[in-house]
C-alpha cells in the first residue's frame, strides 16, 4: 500500500491510513494524506499510466483508498482539454487551455472528481448514507455516488439553490433539506451536526480529507497531455478554494516523483459579490477574513466564510506565485459567453476564470507569452434558468415549406 496515513497541518499529529476521521483529534485543524512516494517512484514508472483505463483511477497508488474492490466510479476524470484561440486572443494571451470538468464529468461538474474518493471511503468504512452540504453541485454528485453504490444520501442546500441542482440530487435519490440562508450559515451549522455524532453519516463535506485528494488528479491529467511538461499558469474558480490547493499539492508530488521538472502558478477567480481570497489575496493577508455576501450570479462561488480551506487555498496561491481576483457581474456574463463562442455551455460559477485571465493580463500578473489552462467547473445545465435569461425563444411560428423556405432565404 502506497497510501501510509494522515497528517495535521496545524500541529504534528499523525494518524495510521485506516483511520476513520474529518479534522485533527488535537486541534481540529485539516488533515493532509501522505504517500510513500520513494516506493512509488521505484515502483511505478510515470509511462505506464498512460496505459490504464481513463479517469481518476488510473492514479489509485496516489489515492488514499485501502481496498480496491470498493473502489465506487462512474467514469469520472480524464476530461476534455481543449486548446481555445479564439477566448485566448480575447482575454490577451496566446495560448489559452479549457479543462472542461463541466461536460467531462457524469453529473456535470468538477464534484464527481472528489466524490468518488469520498463514496469509496464511505463504502470502505461501512456507511450505509452519504451527506454533504452544498451550493448544489456537491449534493448532486453525492447523490449520484450513493445511488450507484446502493448507499442512501441527505443533502442540505441554502434555499435559494438553482432549481435543476436540487432535482438532479433528488432524481438520484437523496433526501434534500433546503435550509434558509448563505452557504456559509448552513455549512456552520452542517458541520455542528455532523461532529455532534447525532447522525450515522458519511460526511462528504468541507472537513473530509480523502475526498480533496481527488482533486489532485487535475494536475496529473495536465502533466500528462502536455508530455510531462506543466502550464505556466492554472486558473480555477474558486468557492473554498480546496481544488487550488489540492492541485498545487498534485504538481508537487509530480516533481517531487521526478516525473515533472517544474510547478505551475495558481490562480483563484471568485465573484467580486463574495469574494473571500480574492479580498484577502489583495489585502497581503496570510487568513482569508469572512466578506459579506452580495448576490451574484455565481451561486457555487458563494462561500463568504470559507475558513480554514480559504486560507489553505491562499496559502498555495502565494507559495506558487500566483494571484486571486474577485470579477464583476458583467465580466461573468462575458466569461459564459466566450465559452459559448467555443462551443462550451458552462454555468455562470464554473466560467469565471475566463474573465479572471483578462484581470490578471491587465495586472501584468500573467504574461501574453505564457500556457495558461482555465478550469471550467459546472455545466450550463446546472444552472439552466440563468442562461435561459441570456437569449430570446423567437414568438413567430413558422408553417409549411412556403414559410420556412421564406423564413430560410431571410437569415
Ligand atoms: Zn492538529
Redesign the pocket.
Known amino acids: 500500500m502506497y497510501f501510509t496515513g494522515f497528517h495535521?497541518?496545524?500541529?504534528?499529529?499523525t494518524y495510521p491510513a485506516d483511520r476513520d476521521l474529518l479534522l485533527?483529534?488535537?486541534?481540529?485543524?485539516l488533515l493532509e494524506a501522505d504517500y510513500d512516494y520513494d516506493r512509488i517512484r521505484a515502483d511505478l514508472p510515470r509511462e505506464g499510466f498512460a496505459q490504464r483505463p481513463h479517469g481518476v483511477w488510473r492514479w489509485v497508488e496516489l489515492l488514499p483508498v485501502l481496498d480496491r474492490a470498493k473502489i465506487v466510479t462512474l467514469g469520472e476524470g480524464d476530461t476534455p482539454l481543449l486548446r481555445c484561440d479564439r477566448i485566448a486572443a480575447a482575454v490577451g494571451v496566446d495560448e489559452l487551455w479549457v479543462k472542461s470538468d463541466a461536460t467531462g464529468n457524469p453529473t456535470g461538474s468538477l464534484k464527481d472528481r472528489s466524490i468518488t474518493v469520498s463514496a469509496t471511503k464511505a463504502a470502505e468504512f461501512g456507511y450505509r448514507v452519504l451527506a454533504c452540504d452544498s451550493t448544489g453541485n456537491k449534493a448532486s454528485s453525492v447523490a449520484a455516488y450513493a445511488a450507484r453504490a446502493g448507499l442512501g444520501s441527505v443533502v442540505f442546500c441554502p434555499h435559494d439553490t438553482p432549481v435543476p441542482k436540487m432535482a438532479q440530487a433528488i432524481f438520484f435519490g437523496a433526501r434534500l433539506i433546503r435550509v434558509r440562508g448563505h452557504y456559509s450559515q448552513i455549512n456552520a451549522m452542517y458541520r455542528r451536526l455532523i461532529h455532534s455524532k447525532s447522525v450515522a453519516w458519511y460526511d462528504c463535506g468541507t472537513d473530509n480529507p480523502f475526498r480533496y485528494e481527488g482533486k489532485k488528479t487535475y494536475a496529473y491529467e495536465m502533466a500528462q497531455a502536455f508530455g510531462w511538461d506543466v502550464p505556466d499558469c492554472v486558473v480555477h474558480p474558486a468557492s473554498g478554494g480546496m481544488s487550488i490547493a489540492k492541485t498545487w499539492k498534485g504538481f508537487g508530488e509530480l516533481r517531487r516523483l521526478g516525473w515533472t521538472e517544474r510547478s505551475p502558478r495558481m490562480f483563484g477567480v471568485q465573484a467580486a459579490n463574495c469574494g473571500p481570497i480574492a479580498r484577502s489575496w489583495a489585502a497581503g493577508a496570510d487568513i482569508v477574513a469572512p466578506v459579506e455576501k452580495k448576490p451574484t450570479l455565481a451561486s457555487a462561488l458563494a462561500a463568504a466564510d470559507p475558513g480554514l480551506l480559504g486560507t489553505r487555498a491562499l496559502a498555495a496561491i502565494r507559495a506558487s506565485g500566483g494571484a486571486a481576483a474577485g470579477i464583476s457581474e458583467d465580466e461573468i456574463l462575458d466569461s459564459v459567453r466566450l465559452l459559448a463562442s467555443e462551443g462550451l455551455f458552462i454555468e455562470p460559477s464554473g466560467a469565471v476564470t475566463i474573465a479572471g485571465v483578462r484581470r490578471m493580463v491587465a495586472a501584468g500578473q500573467i504574461t501574453r507569452g505564457e500556457r495558461v489552462v482555465c478550469v471550467v467547473t459546472g455545466s450550463g445545465f446546472k444552472d439552466f434558468e440563468r442562461l435561459q435569461e441570456m437569449v430570446t425563444i423567437p414568438e413567430k411560428v413558422v408553417e409549411g415549406y412556403d414559410e420556412m423556405l421564406a423564413e430560410a432565404q431571410s437569415v
Do not use: F, H, L, T
Not at 495535521?8 to 499529529?13: I, K, L, N, Q, R
Open positions: 495535521c497541518v496545524g500541529c504534528d499529529a485533527c483529534e488535537r486541534c481540529e485543524n
